[in-house]
Structure formats: C-alpha cells, structure tokens
C-alpha cells in the first residue's frame, strides 16, 4: 500500500538504513537532517511498487563516491535534483516519481531529499537491496535495465552525460574515474525506467523494511524489550524472513588497507562466552562480505551481515569498527531476486574476489 | 571563395598540416589515407568563413589523446561522425557544416573525414590556428564560444556529453581524465557555433593555407627550387605573412621526458656554419614551444616553431627529433587574433609555465 513518509520517520529510517548498508553505504544520519529540513511539516508520498501504473516513468537518484565529503558540500546545494533535471532533459521527458538504487547507508535518503525539493512521490523499492560499492551492482541491471544514460553533476556546474548501452561496468568505470576528477563525488540520476521495470527488477519494500527495522530497535528500546528480537519481527514478514546471531563477542583487532578506491580489511572477534575458544572473523571491501567461524564460512555476500551494537542493536560501519567494542553480529537472508545465478555473478562472491560460492545463511549452522 | 577539396589534394594538405602542427598534433599521414578511402571520386565543399550565412550551425570534430592510437581504431568506425551525431541530438539541431578546431596535425583531417562520410561542407577556419595541446586553447574560447557541451565517443560504444558551461579550462581537465579511462583516446565534437561566431572567433582560410604550403613544398621539389622560398611565397598573401630562418644546423642532444600526459623535453642544435659557435635549443611540451640562440629568445609560442629537413623541408615532429638530423628551423608570425592578452592568457608562455613574456617573432633578431 503506498503511504506518506513525515519528518517523524527520519530517525527511524536512518537508524534501518544504516542496519541494511551492512557495514558501508555511508552514514545516512547526515542525510536525514537534509531531509528533514527540506520537508518541514510536509510529507512525502511513498508508493508501493505492485500498484504503481505500467508506464510510470521513474528516475531514481543517488550521490557516488565519497558520501560525507558530498553531504556536506550538499548543504548548499540541489546536486540530486540537477542530475534528475538534466537526464530528464536528456529523455525529452519528465519523471513521475523517483527511487533509490540503494536501500542501505545514505542513498536510501536522496531520493526523500529530491521528493522533499519537487513533491515527486517515491517509489518504495531499489536495486541493490542493501548497500554494494559499485554503479553496477543493481538487481536492475541483472534483469536488464541499463544504468545508461546517466547524468552527473558535481558542485562547480559540471553537468554530464554518460551512456556505454548495455555495459554497465563500463559505466561505473568511466563514471568513478569522473568522480576523481570530480572532486570525490558527485550526484547521478541512472537506471530510468518504467513502473513494469521496477516491478520486474527492482527489490520491493526496501524503504518500508529500513523505516520498519529502525521503529522496531527504537521501540524494544524504550520498553526495554530486545531489540534483536524485535528486528526479527520486523524482518518476519518480510523478503528477508531469516535473522540469525552468528557470533556474540569483543572486536580484538581490525586491520584496514585502502585498495583500488575502496576500504579493504578484516575484522577478528572473541565470544564474550569465555567457554568458546572460537576465533570470528570478518573480511569487508566497504561492506561486509564473508563471515567465518574457526575458519568455516557462516554468511557470505549478497546475504547481509550486520554488525551493531551488543546491547542496543546500534548498527556499526567497518569505519567505525574499533578495538574492544562489544558487538553482535547478526546475518540476514536476502530475497530469491538477489541469489539468482545472474544476481550471483554481478554481486556474488566472485564479484569481490573472493572464491568462495555462495551458500544461503539460513543454510549454513 | 568556397572551393572543392579532391582526393589529389590530401598528400598536400597532409603536409602542410605537419608543418602547421609545429612539432606536435599528431602525423597526418595516416589521416589522409582514410579520408581518401572515404572521399574516392568526389569531393568536399569548403566555405570559406567570410561566404557563411550568420546563422549557419557548425559542428567542430576532432580526436583527443594520442591520435595515431585513435587513428588506427578508426580504420574500422565512424567515431568523429558518431560523437557530432551525438552532439546533433543533445541540441535538437542538425548540423550544416563542420570544421576543424586545429589546423596543425591529424585533426586538420578529422573533419573532412565526416564531410566524406557526410557531404556535409567543411568550413575554412579552426581555433587555433596550428597545434596545441588542450581542448581550451582555442581562439573560439578565447572570444567567447565554449567548448560545452563536448561530445566524447569511443571505440567500445561509449557515448559521453560533458557541460561545464563557461569552464574551458574544467572541461579540458574532465575530458582528459575521461579519454585515459576510454583506452588513450577518443572522437570528440564540440565548440559548436553559428557562422557569424566563426567570423567571430576563428582563424580563417588555415585549410587552404595548409593546403597552400604543402602544395607549394612538393612543386618547389619538382622543380628543384628552393622548398624555404616556396613556404615563403605560400604564406605572404595570408594572416601569417612573416616567416623567418631561425637556424640551420645539426640535433646534437634531444632530452625527452613525459609529464601530466605530455612529451616534454629539449631538443639542442649546432651550427651547419663551423665559423658560427652559438647553441640553439628547442623547449617542447608535444609541439616546439619557444627557440633560443645562446639564451638569446629568438621564437616563442604562440609563433610558430616548426624544425623541417635541412634540404626537402619535410616537417619533423618533436616525437621523431633525434641526433644527426640536419634540420632548418623556421619561425613564423601568428594573426593579431592569437596575439592579444586575452588569447596569450590562454595559449601563450604563462600557460605553458614559461617565465619569458611573448614577443612577436618579426620584432626578435
């Protein structure tokens, strides 16, 4: 059912969406406060993707790069909205409504902040179904929708217009190498496409699932429930069913190397339970990608691994990861969409170098 | 006067391009065979710039990074014509007439290749009026046309539209940085203009110069006259009117190093005359910037420097200077329009970061 998204909802949609960039994505609590003040006492309206019409033309949005550094210069700035304008210019056409490509970290509040500027509805859905590092990492690429033509913009007035057809990795090169040169991030509006398409390829619910994830800790919170329980009800009915503890413990070392643009490293726990000798480790490339236990493999990208907070489920970026925190790490089974082997060979294992195959988390002990 | 340029034309054209190119731009010989693959029997209308209506829509084409890279690719695509088509569509508007943005080097040949693709007529002007480095130093620049938008395309499909509005110097930088991603170099179109623009802010008649010189250089050959008194006649009834004998002598010491994208380097003569002791250098960042007798400033850019052989007047490029070679180095006057402190501001010693003030080669002994 559609519905209309306040100001109220912000914390809580922020707090979800930082759950689902597992580990990366960005810091969406900067972006909540842009929202938040371009909404005022409004409301956006969300609509839900089985009832949206056929022909609805949909330009979703989202910043690349790095996302601080482009929060910030954004404070002054419409970015998002310009790159939406200039690809609508470049179609000879108007969006109806937009989307975010991401549902996790801080792409999940850009296309709000578009909605709060304009009053286009959003569509509740997206393409990654968590939070992945690259333009072509999208459930809509897998399924034929093509990031081209994207338009960039950049905070001198540089307005640009990519379109590699059906090369999408392409894209994201070209589109990173601009980035650089960009100053370190830009705004884009990529992956235009019709109701019919966000249907076929999209990942439903995404925006509803982060509000409903960051409500459900708040409120276990307050009335001093479990939080993790409460994720797992949230999560219950939705295309990602299965919550599961894979390890309860103390971060004892982090190493971090900067590689190819992107924040590679390794995270090694022990369980807060002294009786359990096991060694936890977790390997991340901005988002977390491999969980094992002694060595043997517990979940594995596109299934989400979360890592928050022992106590309160507060979730925590491979940025933030430090020595001594008291952590739980929680994994999450993503929606039959994302482990076709189609989805698998764009954001699989393979697709971040890592050789092993993937093995749903539900299936692993 | 508009004129007929035929396939008989191009090995003159070729050359006289070369000697244009003052070192640098990139070999036009293979340049013209393509254009005489595509050209065969016919013909291609040049207008000359004083004869266009005001209102005439001129699309300039051209490559971009290292054109004997992109010239090979090209044997087998449409490129140049591919990025104006593109730049076509993001104005709405078709083209009448396309044109050169460089007269030295391949791109003098880049858009007959279109016009022989096309029909389309070329107009008998460019932007810089020999060869230079970057996509900003242009006279249409200079005089108010932007580069934006530019049209970049590829050989793996790639179609980019960049805008920077005012920012000459931003889109050169942003396209350069594209053009290393797309494999070293790519077809671009850009400074679109209308007629009474090109009246504006073109070098006028550097194709028929061109064509003028090199014509003049292989008769003067023939007939066993002097090719220097040839170059000489060819050019005193156009805007560069002053030519002068810099020197003759031997390379004795090329120094070559490669900076940001650039050959750089240092090429040092010695005298053919025993009796005469003085050392000559050449400073070049692709094409020959300035030219010193012991120290002594004898031509600086944006006058021409252009090293020939020392009997045939063949040009030498800065890539193919090396000991031995017995060369004449001639210097010739640019027109007022290249000369002024807006245009030395953008393509005279400052922007190549010489520290020496220009003067013009007819005022230097």
Same sequence: chains 1, 2.
Avoid at 171 to 200: F, K, N
Avoid at 250 to 274: M, N, P, Q, Y
Avoid at 334 to 354: N, W
Wanted: overall charge negative; glycine content about 10%; hydrophobic content about 45%.
């Amino acid at each position: 059912m559609s519905w209309e998204l306040t100001r109220a909802d912000l914390p809580d949609l922020a707090r979800g969406a930082a759950f689902l960039g597992t580990g990366g994505g960005g810091d969406p609590y900067i972006g909540h406060k842009l929202v938040e003040l371009a909404l005022g006492e409004g409301s956006i309206t969300i609509l839900d993707p089985d009832e949206i019409a056929d022909d609805l033309f949909v330009i979703p949005v989202a910043l690349m790069g790095a996302p601080t550094v482009m929060i910030e210069k954004l404070l002054a700035g419409h970015e998002p909205l310009t790159a939406l304008r200039h690809l609508e210019a470049h179609y000879g056409r108007q969006a109806d409504a937009t989307m975010p490509i991401e549902c996790g970290g801080v792409n999940s509040l850009i296309p709000l902040l578009v909605a709060a500027q304009t009053g286009l509805p959003v569509v509740d859905a997206d393409g990654m179904g968590r939070a992945f590092p690259e333009l072509s990492m999208e459930t809509f690429a897998v399924y034929g929708v093509n990031a081209s033509p994207i338009a960039l913009t950049a905070e001198r007035g540089e307005h640009i217009i990519l379109d590699t057809g059906a090369d999408n990795k392409r894209i994201e090169q070209l589109a990173r190498a601009l980035t650089v040169e960009l100053g370190g991030s830009a705004a884009i509006a990529e992956y235009a496409m019709t109701g019919a398409d966000v249907r076929r390829t999209g990942v439903p619910r995404t925006i509803s699932m982060a509000l409903s994830i960051g409500r459900a800790i708040r409120e276990a919170r307050a009335e001093h429930r479990s939080p993790f329980e409460a994720i797992a009800d949230a999560l219950a009915p939705t295309l990602y069913s299965h919550v599961r503890e894979l390890f309860v413990g103390k971060i004892v070392d982090v190493e971090r190397r900067t590689e190819g643009g992107f924040a590679r490293g390794r995270a090694k726990l022990v369980s807060a339970d002294a009786t359990d000798t096991s060694a936890f480790e977790i390997d991340f490339q901005n988002e977390n990608l491999v969980a094992r236990r002694d060595g043997q493999l517990v979940a594995i990208v596109p299934d989400l691994i979360c890592v928050v907070d022992q106590e309160t489920a507060e979730p925590i970026t491979t940025e933030t990861l430090r020595y001594g925190q008291r952590v739980r790490v929680l994994g999450v089974s993503t929606p039959a969409l994302m482990r076709t082997p189609e989805a698998l060979d764009t954001f699989g294992p393979p697709a971040f170098g890592l050789t092993d195959a993937f093995v749903p988390v539900e299936e692993l002990s």
